[in-house]
C-alpha cells in the first residue's frame, strides 16, 4: 500500500475547506458540468459506512414538474413547522430554508432499504445507516466547497411523500434534497447564525473529559 503523507500546506487547505462550508440558500445563474457533479457524487461514494453497507442512493432530478411538485411538498412542511413555534413563528417564517427552484442541481438522498447488515450496527441499525448516509452527504458538501459550488441540505417534507414522487422501493427512505451549484457568494457565517437564530457553541461546552459535559446536564 502506497503511503501518502500530506503537507503542512495540504492540511492548510482541508481545513480551510471544512470550515469554509456553508448550508447555502442562495444560488447564481449557471450550471455544474457533469465532470464536476461526477467527481462530488465520486466524493459521496468515497465516504465510510457501518459495516461497509454503503446505503446511499441518489437521485439526480431533471424533470421540471418534479422539481415543482418536491417544492410543493417543502411548503407544505415549512407551513406545517411554524405552526409549532409559538414566539419564534414569525421569525422562521421570514427565513429563506431552501434554493431548490434557483439551484442548478437537485440531487434526492435515500436510505435505501436494511439489507441486513449487523457488523456495527446490531444495537442501532437505523441509526448507523443514517449516520453512514450524513456521512456520504458531507462528503459532498465539502467537495462542492472545493469546487466552489454551494450546496444546500433541505430537510423540510414528508420522507413518505417524496418517496412516492421518485418510486422509491418499500423500505427506502428520503432523507435529503440537496441544492447545488453556483453561487455569488458564500456567506461569512452559517446563515441562521447571521439571521440571530442560533449561534455556534464554545468548545468548552461540547467537550468533556472522561464524562458528558456538565455545562449541558440539566439539573
Not at 500530506?6 to 442562495?26: G, N, W
Not at 459521496?44 to 422539481?67: C, N, T
Not at 412516492?164 to 418499500?170: D, K, N
Not at 447571521?194 to 468548552?204: A, I, K, L, P, V
Request: hydrophobic content about 40%; charged content about 30%.
Amino acid at each position: 500500500m502506497e503511503q501518502i503523507n500530506f503537507s503542512q500546506h495540504e492540511r492548510d487547505v482541508i481545513y480551510q475547506v471544512i470550515h469554509a462550508r456553508r448550508d447555502m440558500r442562495h444560488f447564481a445563474d449557471g450550471e455544474v458540468s457533469d465532470e464536476v457533479l461526477s467527481r462530488i457524487l465520486e466524493a459521496a461514494h468515497a465516504a465510510p459506512s457501518v459495516g461497509y453497507m454503503q446505503p446511499w442512493r441518489f437521485v439526480r432530478i431533471k424533470k421540471d414538474e418534479l422539481r415543482e411538485a418536491l417544492i410543493a411538498l417543502v411548503e407544505e412542511e415549512k407551513d406545517k413547522t411554524a405552526n409549532q413555534m409559538d414566539e419564534r413563528k414569525a421569525e422562521f417564517m421570514r427565513l429563506k430554508i431552501e434554493g431548490i427552484r434557483d439551484c442548478a442541481e437537485l440531487i434526492a438522498v435515500v436510505l435505501a432499504p436494511d439489507d441486513g447488515t449487523i457488523f456495527g450496527r446490531r444495537t442501532m441499525p437505523e441509526e448507523m445507516a443514517l449516520c453512514s448516509v450524513s456521512c456520504a452527504i458531507e462528503n459532498m458538501w465539502l467537495a462542492a466547497r472545493a469546487e466552489n459550488l454551494g450546496m444546500g441540505w433541505v430537510s423540510f417534507f414528508d420522507p413518505n411523500d417524496v418517496a412516492t414522487l421518485l418510486h422509491c422501493p418499500e423500505g427506502s427512505k428520503p432523507i435529503a434534497l440537496l441544492c447545488l451549484g453556483p453561487v455569488k457568494a458564500f456567506y461569512d457565517k452559517p446563515m441562521l447564525e447571521t439571521e440571530g437564530w442560533r449561534s455556534r457553541e464554545d468548545m468548552g461546552a461540547i467537550l468533556g473529559e472522561n464524562h458528558y459535559p456538565i455545562s449541558h446536564i440539566k439539573s
